[in-house]
């Protein structure tokens, strides 16, 4: 948090301690809803709902929508069913449901209760989906007409939903008589045809479209595939059932790269904000423990080398080398796999190809490093041959890390497991004893010749 952030937030906090709420409604008032929401982040709940309190409805629910999840759920908590209500009538759908899937049991039947049919059926409908699909992204709401429609009939649709404060009403999708999606016109194609025109002679019939229960990750791939703003949602018979808009996908975006990097160093993005010790504890103990059954074993690979290492000990100097190496390279190569089965870039039919390129990229870089390892083991004991037995242990080591860090994933991901676990402590650890394994190997072999 920057300086100036920090500024208002103390200048918020001094106003509701002075109880000068006529002055905090001032203070609030020219503020951004995101700006004003990260400050409220740093208040007290009990502070978070004073602030509300000084802003109309509209406008609270744009500050509600911006908080995280569990800020929000506790916002609402301290709220009247009344004023919850308020605020959910003033949201979007697809946010309206989000803020409803973070009330308990009993507040969420009071609440619905309360909410006019429509919205309750919009929000019922959102929450049967899985919050990680594109049902449980898009909006209920969305500027849709008939095939059949005249533009000026399409203008009007347009003005109402303009009227009822619908996001993003610049792109109108056009239906068939069935409610299937035939395609969509741009609201200013709109106002350059003639108002007797029928819709279905000038619309664009390529759409994309986006499946009800196709993964969140995916959605934000078709996005940044297509360059999209907005994407309609279909059902299985390819009906309109609603839309997903930039600023969800941006969310997406954020969640998914938050996720795939604490799972890849063996934590959870839960951690994010968590306050107990304990749980983050709890989180992050098995993988520590993975980890540490690993090391065990390459203890035990190490204990059967003793006497050529008893023998040779400045072997022993170059284990840390060889293992970091080894476990950086396959790191390397998953992280960057791992990233593109996330944008959707490597096909079945291409996996081969990337595992590769992966090689290749390991033998240049295990040449390179080879290379320098020698010249610094000839200058410092100037031994030709062992700074040869490093150079092709390193070679190899390195290699098998590109193997294991690129290819690994993508059989996870063939048998549909989440690649980005097994990218932190799995990797780091196989690397490590396999690493360890291929250089006393060598090490003894070198030590029988000589």
């Known amino acids: 948090m920057d300086g100036s952030r920090i500024e208002d937030v103390g200048r918020a906090r001094s106003l509701i301690e002075a109880g000068d709420f006529a002055g905090l409604a001032e203070f609030v008032a020219p503020l951004h809803s995101a700006d004003l929401a990260d400050i409220l982040q740093q208040l007290e709940v009990e502070q978070q709902v004073q602030v509300l309190k000084r802003l109309d409805t509209g406008r609270a629910a744009e500050v509600l929508a911006e908080l995280d999840e569990k800020s929000g759920s506790t916002v609402l908590q301290l709220l009247s069913d009344r004023e919850v209500v308020a605020l959910l009538e003033e949201l979007p759908s697809d946010d309206a449901a989000d803020l409803m899937s973070t009330l308990g049991p009993e507040k969420t039947e009071r609440v619905e209760a309360l909410l006019p049919r429509a919205d309750r059926e919009d929000i019922q409908e959102l929450l049967e989906f899985g919050s990680e699909t594109a ?3 898009m909006q209920v709401e969305r500027v849709a007409v008939r095939d059949d429609a005249t533009v000026q009939d399409a203008i009007g649709v347009v003005r109402a939903a303009a009227a ?15 409610g299937e999606l035939v395609g969509f016109m741009g609201t200013i194609d709109l106002v350059l045809r003639t108002p007797e025109t029928r819709v279905r002679d000038v619309m664009e019939r390529n759409v994309v479209s986006v499946p009800v229960d196709m993964d969140q990750e995916q959605v934000a791939a078709l996005f940044s595939r297509y360059n999209e703003f907005v994407m309609p949602v279909v059902d299985t018979a390819n009906r309109l059932v609603g839309r997903i808009t930039m600023d969800d996908i941006i969310d997406v975006i954020e969640e998914e790269a938050s996720k795939d990097i604490t799972r890849m160093a063996g934590t959870s993005d839960q951690e994010i904000g968590e306050t107990s010790v304990f749980k983050v504890a709890r989180t992050r103990l098995p993988w520590l423990v993975i980890g540490f059954l690993g090391e065990i074993v390459g203890a035990v690979l190490m204990s059967r ?9 400045v072997l022993v100097f170059f284990i840390p080398l060889i293992v970091a190496t080894a476990g950086n390279t396959g790191m390397q190569a998953a992280v960057v796999v791992v990233r593109e089965i996330a944008l959707g870039q490597v096909a079945i039919n291409r996996i081969g190809r990337r595992v590769f390129k992966e090689l290749q990229v ?19 004991r100037h031994n030709a041959a062992l700074g040869g037995l490093l150079w092709g242990s390193l070679l190899l080591v390195i290699f098998v890390a590109a193997l294991m860090g690129s290819s690994i994933p993508l059989v996870l991901n063939r048998f549909k497991v989440d690649p980005a676990v097994a990218a932190g402590p799995f990797i780091t650890v196989s690397n490590d004893v396999i690493g360890i394994a291929i250089y006393l190997t060598l090490a003894s072999a070198y030590l029988r010749a000589h």
């Open 135 to 137: 049902g449980g992204l």
């Open 164 to 178: 009822a404060q619908v996001e993003s009403p610049q792109r109108v999708y056009v239906v068939s008589e069935s």
């Open 305 to 313: 080398y003793e006497a050529s290492l008893a023998e040779f000990v």
């Open 362 to 380: 390991a033998f240049l870089n295990g040449m390179a490093l080879g290379a320098m390892l020698f010249a610094i083991v000839y200058v410092w």
